[in-house]
């Protein structure tokens, strides 16, 4: 298992577009683990592989309190949505910011799990925004591009200026 290291936010390999996983075998698994392992080391709710730089339609999550309910969705598809909620949400790729962000109240979402079997579910509340959370990350989107130009430019500036970074986009 490996820490890996989280891209932030404006780093330009944010906003790729995953790809399609094309077959779930060991390596697959390995990544999956170290995935939770870097998202419960950091601490967070849920992580996509494009935070980690690896562009592959695969996510983890999990919001329960101590870790007791890991979910692995593999080239996850939203069928349906249901119903709205407002929830304040934060993201590894942007660290210190947390932000009320309007999603779905429920999803039912087709994917593969960690043995590459076709599982279709319906996720309401916390976890049902974790997850469109996470899809977008597979999208190259970011929760900050839900706020207002000028918000998501503050928080652009302060986490280059935290780095000490030149701005490159
Ligand atoms: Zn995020």
Do not use: W
């Amino acid at each position: 298992m490996a820490i890996l290291k989280i891209l932030e936010f404006p780093d330009p390999r944010l906003r790729t577009k995953a790809r399609s996983v094309e077959k779930v075998d060991a390596a697959l698994r390995q990544l999956i683990d170290d995935l939770f392992e870097t998202m419960y080391a950091a601490p967070g709710i849920g992580l996509a592989a494009t935070q980690v730089d690896i562009h592959q339609r695969l996510l983890v999550a999990d919001v329960s309190a101590d870790q007791t309910d890991p979910q692995v969705l593999i080239n996850p598809q939203i069928l349906a949505k249901d119903g709205t909620q407002v929830t304040e949400e934060g993201c590894l790729s942007v660290p210190g910011f947390y932000e009320e962000v309007e999603r779905a109240e429920h999803i039912r979402v087709c994917f593969l799990d960690r043995d590459g079997v076709v599982v279709e579910n319906e996720f309401s509340g916390l976890l049902a925004a974790c997850v469109q959370h996470e899809i977008d990350h597979l999208d190259g989107r970011l929760f900050v591009d839900y706020l207002s130009e000028a918000k998501r430019q503050r928080i652009r500036k302060r986490l280059l200026k935290d780095r000490r970074l030149q701005a490159v986009v």
